[in-house]
């Protein structure tokens, strides 16, 4: 595989500028990938669309004989690998394009130079948990690397799995590799711990995007990952909150939980990072009113939690005002935090940033523990959707997200772009 074209000339005089770096973690060398080319939020509406996809492509649709790739999640294994996860979804005769409730596996490929190549596609979940003829939706993946304690060198994976078609029963699950991702094992059922008062029926998602692991305060080495979930039997609210596990991902605990503001008309898929303290910035997207361009002021969310995530310091979440996003599209967050070095409050979101369009997507980074944020980078001008984070070095991140051509969809690509954070 080789790196895709980027729609400008601008894009590689900005890939020739940045060195390549040798990464603390493994010494894997991180090559720069090609940066967009400056550009505005509002840009891409009146016939700016670029003709090729940024980045580095990872999954394609119609690869391995499945229709699309979506919600990417991406984490550095411990032998310094780059390890990338999505669904792989079949297409469908009487679904839409890309269907969300298809037949999907969880599949993941790696990088070993640092994000410029990838390898092939290796299936970690599909089929029924139970063995039975029936199709499932294996989706939702949260992978978290363990650096502490007992399981130090582990990667934990969280996922969900419903019947094909059918949302009346998700159910959360839970695997684990010791070997850097190369093999899992049998994933496990969390239902009964983390659903408690609605051990079947009901909305529940993980993530999407990676879950953590602390790394500071009095919880060190408690493991951690957003949920969002609707009980309507309950509440017609959603529900978001943060789940988590004190014995390397064994067994797992519900834990803070706050329903949406009040006057949302739409919020789910909840991120978390940690900050210098210890503390958790948990933040799902969200929508008030029609999408447009003022809607962009009410397109995200956030609840504190002091505790290790048991609790919210919040009643409900509340709006981001700052993160000028695309309503109704998730984005992804994380600690720009490096292994060995001290905490930090620099915490960075990447997301679209259109108002009414999946499209443009942006990297924001605050200073403060996420009390504030600034666009420091724009990554495409084109279609642009769900995505994860990892960090390169003390000034670069990696992005893994959806994109797609004017003439496409956000989900027909999932690409890996670097972007500068100074």
């Known amino acids: 595989m080789t790196p895709s074209t980027s729609s400008a000339s601008s894009s590689f005089s900005s890939f020739s500028s940045l060195s390549a770096r040798v990464l603390a973690a493994g010494a894997v060398l991180a090559v720069a990938l090609p940066l967009a080319g400056p550009a505005s939020a509002d840009e891409g509406t009146s016939g700016d669309w670029p003709a090729h996809t940024d980045g580095v492509t990872v999954f394609d649709k119609g690869e391995d004989g499945f229709e699309c790739f979506r919600i990417p999640a991406i984490v550095r294994a411990p032998d310094g690998s780059l390890l990338a996860f999505a669904e792989a979804r079949r297409g469908s005769e009487s679904a839409g394009y890309c269907y969300d409730d298809g037949s999907i596996d969880l599949v993941m490929r790696r990088s ?10 290796q299936t970690i979940l599909a ?17 978290i690397v363990l650096t502490q304690g007992e399981h130090a060198g582990r990667i934990v994976l969280l996922s969900t799995w419903n019947v094909e078609g059918s949302r009346a029963e998700r159910r959360p699950f839970v695997q684990y590799s010791d070997d850097s991702g190369r093999t899992w094992s049998e994933a496990a059922d969390l239902t009964d711990s983390v659903k408690p008062g609605f051990p079947e029926q009901g909305w529940y998602a993980t993530g999407p995007q990676h879950g953590i692991e602390l790394t500071h305060g009095p919880h060190r080495g408690r493991l951690v990952a957003g949920v969002n979930y609707l009980n309507t039997a309950q509440s017609d609210r959603s529900q978001g909150g943060l789940i988590h596990s004190d014995d390397g991902g064994v067994t797992w605990q519900a834990g803070a939980s706050a329903p949406m503001p009040a006057d949302a008309d739409h919020f789910s898929e909840v991120a978390v990072a940690e900050t210098a303290d210890g503390g958790l910035y948990a933040i799902g997207r969200s929508r008030k009113g029609p999408k447009s361009v003022e809607t962009r002021e009410f397109s995200r969310a956030v609840a504190r939690s002091t505790d290790g995530g048991e609790t919210f310091e919040e009643k409900t979440f509340a709006y981001q005002s700052d993160l000028l996003t695309t309503p109704e599209v998730q984005g992804s967050v994380l600690s720009a935090v490096q292994p060995g070095r001290p905490a930090t409050d620099t915490l960075v979101y990447a997301a679209p940033q259109h108002g009414t369009l999946r499209k443009n997507l942006g990297v924001f980074v605050s200073t403060d523990a996420g009390d504030s944020w600034a666009r420091t980078d724009t990554l495409t001008l084109n279609r642009s959707g769900y995505s994860d984070m990892v960090m390169l070095d003390a000034d670069s991140v990696g992005v893994l997200y959806e994109t797609g051509l004017e003439s496409g969809d956000a989900r027909d690509r999932i690409v890996f772009q670097a972007s500068d954070l100074r």
Do not use: E, I, K, L
């Open 112 to 121: 070993t130079d640092g994000g410029w190549s990838w390898s092939h596609s």
């Open 127 to 143: 089929g029924d948990p139970w063995g039975r003829d029936v199709g499932a939706t294996r989706g939702n993946p949260v992978p």
